[in-house]
Structures are given as C-alpha cells and as structure tokens.
C-alpha cells in the first residue's frame, strides 16, 4: 500500500499588542489569527505581554534571555507572519519594533529575517491619519526584513471602533477585514508550501523565485 503523506498545517505567528492586556491592538490581532485558522494554518500568539517582558535588543551582546529565544524560535519555524501594532505619533510602537529588531538574530539562517513568508500587517490608531502612515511604515519595515506583506492590510480607527472582548468588534466590516489579513497569510504559506513542494520533486533546485511569482493570485 502506497503511503499518503499528509503536509502539516503552516504556522502563522502573530506579533503584536500593547502594554495594556485585552488592548484593541491585540483583539484585533487574534482575529486576523482565526481567520488563518480558518484558512487551514495554525497559530501561535506573541501578545503586548509577551512583548514587554522582551529587554531591548542590543545587537552587539551575544546573550538572549529564555523569551527572546522563544520569540526567535517561533519565527524560524513560522509559515507566516501576522503584526500587529498600536500607531504612536505617527510610528511603530517601540513595543513591536523592539521584537522586530530582535529578528537580527535570524541574519544567518538559510531562510534570513522573514524571507519566503508572507507577513499580514494590522495597525490600530486613534484616528485615520496615523493608521495610514504607520501601515505604510510597518509594510516599509516588512520589506526590509525580506518579507512579502500581504495584499491586504488593516487600519483600524479605533475612535470607530470598538472591540469588547477578544471575540467581538463593534464593526462586522473591520471583522472581516482582519479576517482577511490573516486568511491572506494562511493562504499565502499554503501556496507557498505546495509551490515548494512541487520543485523540490520536480527537480533539485526546487522551486525558483521567479516560479512563486503568482502565489498571491492564487492566494488572493
């Protein structure tokens, strides 16, 4: 009997919150989470938390505590990637910037920084000037660290909307919008994996950039 091999689920890493527990930043990130959840991947949440037990990055020691280490961990082994950041006169949180720089530690790996994963980006602000630009920054800084962000990306006004429990907002639309984030993300590593899979049997090299070039039509 010819076995079947099953791939696993793709992991979809959320990133985000605020020094607040239950922040509007961080319900809007565990919903985008369901909706890659409901796309097919599993999910693992780095809360505000989280977050802010992390010590600031310092490139030049070669210590990690036990969080920065998981944290690194958790990315190397991500599919994808969801973020999520509060818009703090008019830049990332230094909350979530720290844990970003933090991917320094990924430089090396065969996969650096976020390469080959797909990267949902979410921004919560008072307000829809700041949502705007710190979307534009926060897909800016995904660039940088080698990610693809995600066709869509969620800016939310939270003076709009609210969110009541990690459950539940105020707004169906914004529902479905960060639902969309994270389903675009989940789709994305599934793609991604099937496309790599194919090369990899087809010949030695495996798949080639260029050959990935239509896995967001196909995710979208």
């Not at 990055?57 to 690194?72: D, F, K, N």
């Not at 973020?83 to 949180?93: D, E, K, L, Q």
């Not at 430089?107 to 630009?133: E, F, K, M, N």
């Amino acid at each position: 009997m010819n076995r079947i091999d099953h791939p696993r689920k793709p992991l979809v890493v959320g990133i985000g919150g605020t020094t607040r527990a239950a922040s509007s930043t961080e319900r809007a990130l565990a919903l985008a989470l369901r909706g890659a959840q409901e796309a097919g991947a599993q999910t693992r949440l780095f809360d505000g938390a989280f977050l802010h037990r992390l010590p600031h990055y310092a490139p030049e020691s070669v210590e990690r505590t036990g969080e920065q280490l998981e944290l690194i961990e958790a990315v190397r082994s991500a599919d994808a990637i969801v973020i999520a950041t509060p818009g703090y006169h008019g830049g990332v949180s230094g909350l979530v910037k720290n844990a970003l720089d933090t991917f320094e530690d990924l430089r090396d790996d065969a996969r650096p920084y976020l390469d080959g994963r797909a990267v949902g980006c979410i921004v919560t602000a008072y307000g829809w000037q700041a949502a705007g630009s710190v979307l534009t920054s926060l897909r800016s800084i995904v660039h940088a660290l080698r990610g693809w962000p995600t066709p869509f990306g969620a800016g939310i006004n939270t003076l709009e909307t609210r969110f009541d429990t990690a459950e539940r907002c105020s707004d169906p639309k914004v529902v479905e919008q960060l639902a969309t984030v994270g389903r675009q993300a989940a789709q994305f590593a599934l793609a991604f994996g099937a496309q790599t899979r194919a090369g990899d049997a087809a010949a030695p090299g495996g798949a080639s950039p260029a050959s990935l070039a239509g896995i967001f039509a196909l995710a979208d």
